[in-house]
């Protein structure tokens, strides 16, 4: 029987969404003293309404009275599922009240896009977008990326933190706690922010001729993109608008730091890190990156579309680590992308759909789950050709020796299927409005894994229902569908519940 939920249980939820909008509301500071600092008064106005919304959220909420201070699982589960689905209606009030949009739904997508560190986009007029309101595009990658819910954790030590840990996508604590946890991932975002633009500014400022303080806001966005996979760019043509080889191998240093997990950023940290290499996760990423590149290869050399082999080492290189680590940079126009099809066209298509490592800022079904899959198969292959009473041990290296279990197997194949099905769902709806199967395969991958690549099928002008399919991919892709299915059964023991 389900019961329904008491008042109290709204009440611990709406305290928790306080908590997350006073933290948003600190981050949306940073871009209205931008946008004061460089006189641009109508996005200040813009920030300002932005920060008082959330503002008001986190003052209200100090008011809500508890009587049960601990977060039990139900809750977090809500928490996580209704703070990627409101932070972005308030986070658009700037994208929206800029100009570049065609109606408030587009805004909600980009903002959803960049929080989901997705990188599709519906906006108009990149290229002339006052920079204070770009500047906050790319810092909602680097909020939802880093997790709105890990920065209040950091600064939190409430009851019932680790659901909202495990809710945002985390499969993996590397310390004790989560809070110590949480610190230490906000801390290695900390180092590759200093490094990175670092970077990225002074290839843009020595190589490219940019000024100092053009290179650095280049550098600034390029970083908060790259390295929390998002895909969102100051400039309409990507990574193709700098065309210097070095800018796009400092950027994709930043991909693959994004796509790599927090626990085997610790490992490189503190060691041992010959055992990286042991790990099942390391193993998978490597024989996938690798089938992936040469599938894609192959598929541009037969389709002749670079004459020269530079041009298709650099281009196919780049395009699949983008594709792979779940970023959405690219270095050529989305018309191009539409002509690589055949082996090229499968190649980025499973290398979006397999994604990045476990509890990294990439997307899609992830490396630790892919390797498990395959030996879920295998295991029932073996248990097949083996005698009927062999009783077969299973285990597998993750940072230490593991055991192998079917209800693990059974849940990896789940989230999976899961996956599977997100993809059919997108793709399903955009060839109800009359897209090609290849197109509408291609751009539900990219949605459903929050990759952000497109071959054109995402814009403006679609339809309306198409742009919501994205948006819900987006959501549930990043969530990992847990805790979406938390809150639609919450809803419905609240409605059917005794």
């Known amino acids: 029987m389900l019961l329904r939920p008491e008042a109290d249980d709204f009440r611990i939820i709406g305290r928790q969404l306080g908590l997350i909008s006073g933290v948003t509301a600190i981050a949306g500071l940073i871009p209205f003293v931008w946008a004061l600092i460089a006189r641009e008064w109508k996005p200040a106005s813009s920030f300002l309404v932005m920060v008082g919304v959330f503002a008001m959220a986190a003052v209200a909420a100090r008011y809500i009275r508890v009587e049960r201070h601990r977060l039990e699982w139900r809750h977090g589960m809500v928490v996580v599922a209704l703070t990627w689905l409101l932070v972005p209606a308030a986070g658009a009030i700037p994208l929206w009240l800029s100009g570049h949009y065609g109606q408030p739904f587009d805004a909600y997508f980009d903002a959803m896009s960049g929080l989901s560190t997705t990188g599709l986009t519906l906006i108009q007029d990149l290229d002339h977008l006052a920079p204070s309101v770009n500047f906050w595009r790319h810092l909602l990658h680097f909020l939802g990326g880093q997790g709105i819910i890990i920065a209040a954790l950091s600064l939190s030590s409430g009851?019932?933190?680790?659901?909202?840990?495990?809710?945002?996508?985390?499969?993996?604590?590397?310390?004790?706690?989560?809070?110590?946890?949480?610190?230490?991932?906000?801390?290695?975002?900390?180092?590759?922010?200093?490094?990175?633009?670092?970077?990225?500014?002074?290839?843009?400022?020595?190589?490219?001729?940019?000024?100092?303080?053009?290179?650095?806001?280049?550098?600034?966005n390029i970083f908060f993109a790259g390295f929390d996979t998002g895909g969102f760019s100051p400039q309409s043509t990507s990574i193709g608008y700098y065309h210097s080889a070095i800018f796009e191998a400092v950027t994709g240093l930043l991909m693959v730091a994004g796509a790599m997990s927090f626990g085997l950023h610790f490992a490189l940290w503190r060691g041992p890190r010959r055992a990286i290499f042991k790990n099942l996760e390391t193993k998978t990423i490597l024989a996938t990156v690798t089938f992936t590149m040469l599938l894609t290869m192959l598929g541009l050399a037969a389709t002749g579309i670079y004459s020269s082999f530079t041009g298709l080492g650099r281009q196919g290189f780049f395009q699949v680590l983008s594709a792979h680590t779940g970023t959405g940079f690219t270095t050529v126009s989305?018309?191009?992308?539409?002509?690589?099809?055949?082996?090229?066209?499968?190649?980025?298509?499973?290398?979006?759909?397999?994604?990045?490592?476990?509890?990294?800022?990439?997307?899609?079904?992830?490396?630790?789950?892919?390797?498990?899959?395959?030996?879920?198969?295998?295991?029932?292959?073996?248990?097949?050709?083996?005698?009927?009473?062999?009783?077969?041990?299973?285990?597998?290296?993750?940072?230490?020796?593991?055991?192998?279990?079917?209800?693990?197997?059974?849940?990896?194949?789940?989230?999976?299927?899961?996956?599977?099905?997100?993809?059919?769902?997108?793709?399903g709806v955009a060839l109800g409005y009359g897209?090609?199967?290849?197109?509408?395969?291609?751009?539900?991958?990219?949605?459903?894994?929050?990759?952000?690549?497109?071959?054109?099928?995402?814009?403006?002008?679609?339809?309306?229902?198409?742009?919501?399919t994205y948006a819900v991919q987006m959501w549930l892709g990043r969530l990992e569908f847990v805790a979406v299915f938390s809150l639609f059964g919450f809803i419905y023991s609240w409605i059917r519940g005794k």
């Open 159 to 220: 009851l019932g933190a680790t659901t909202l840990y495990y809710g945002e996508g985390r499969e993996e604590r590397i310390l004790p706690n989560v809070r110590s946890t949480a610190r230490f991932i906000w801390l290695v975002a900390a180092y590759h922010l200093v490094i990175g633009v670092a970077a990225l500014a002074a290839v843009a400022f020595f190589t490219l001729g940019f000024r100092p303080w053009r290179a650095l806001f280049h550098g600034l």
């Open 334 to 427: 989305s018309s191009e992308l539409a002509l690589w099809g055949g082996l090229a066209f499968g190649g980025m298509g499973i290398a979006m759909a397999l994604g990045g490592m476990a509890s990294s800022t990439a997307g899609g079904v992830k490396s630790l789950r892919v390797g498990l899959t395959i030996r879920t198969i295998a295991g029932q292959v073996k248990q097949v050709l083996l005698p009927e009473r062999a009783m077969p041990s299973e285990s597998y290296y993750q940072n230490g020796v593991r055991r192998f279990t079917p209800q693990l197997g059974q849940a990896v194949m789940t989230v999976s299927l899961l996956y599977v099905a997100l993809f059919l769902l997108g793709t």
């Open 435 to 468: 897209f090609g199967l290849q197109e509408s395969l291609f751009e539900s991958v990219s949605a459903g894994a929050s990759v952000g690549l497109s071959v054109g099928v995402t814009d403006p002008t679609m339809p309306l229902l198409l742009k919501v």
